[in-house]
């Protein structure tokens, strides 16, 4: 059952120990955790090893892998980034701060993903949502590039702002 954004982000991210390449071939780890761009693996794991504060393990696969604490602690720092850029985006803070929770929690999934200069460009949408037009807002961000790039994802997140609900995280 998803209640907190942590539920919602590892629903929508996944959890992965291992490090992989994300659907544009960034190396992330942990819950949707963005090592780097650089596709250079080795230089991943460099910059890997200088956010867990030690020598990355091998796994049986000879891939890089963390533990669960070190998946929680990147997960807590990304979060926090997320949140934080929301409240510095003279955009997103005042209407981040007008929703409901559940809301909230959909507009910090957006910029967990994309960073808050990219949700900020959603101008009709957040106008929308900051007006409370759910419904409108909804068929405004299932007309964007966002929505056809991670539709399953987009459209749980849609459906939150537009019901309020998280019924579709289930």
């Given at each position: ?20 390449k994300?659907?544009e ?15 250079d ?9 200088g ?8 796994n049986?696969?000879?891939e ?30 005042t209407?981040?701060?007008n929703l409901?929770s559940?809301?909230k ?9 994309m ?10 949408s ?11 807002a ?9 929505n ?19 019924k579709e995280?289930?």
């Amino acid at each position: 059952m998803v209640s907190s954004l942590k539920d919602m982000l590892k629903y929508d991210e996944g959890e992965k120990l291992e490090m992989y390449k994300d659907t544009e071939g960034n190396y992330t780890i942990g819950i949707g955790h963005l090592i780097t761009k650089n596709k250079d693996k080795n230089e991943a794991i460099k910059i890997l090893e200088g956010e867990i504060g030690h020598t990355v393990k091998l796994n049986s696969k000879k891939e890089p892998e963390i533990s669960s604490s070190e998946s929680e602690s990147l997960f807590e720092k990304d979060k926090s980034v997320a949140i934080n850029s929301i409240e510095n985006s003279s955009t997103l803070s005042t209407i981040y701060n007008n929703l409901d929770s559940n809301r909230k929690m959909a507009l910090a999934n957006m910029v967990f993903q994309m960073g808050a200069s990219n949700v900020s460009k959603f101008k009709k949408s957040l106008k929308l949502i900051e007006e409370k037009k759910w419904a409108e807002a909804a068929i405004e961000l299932k007309n964007s590039t966002w929505n056809t790039q991670t539709p399953k994802r987009s459209n749980r997140v849609i459906s939150v702002f537009e019901t309020g609900t998280l019924k579709e995280y289930k």
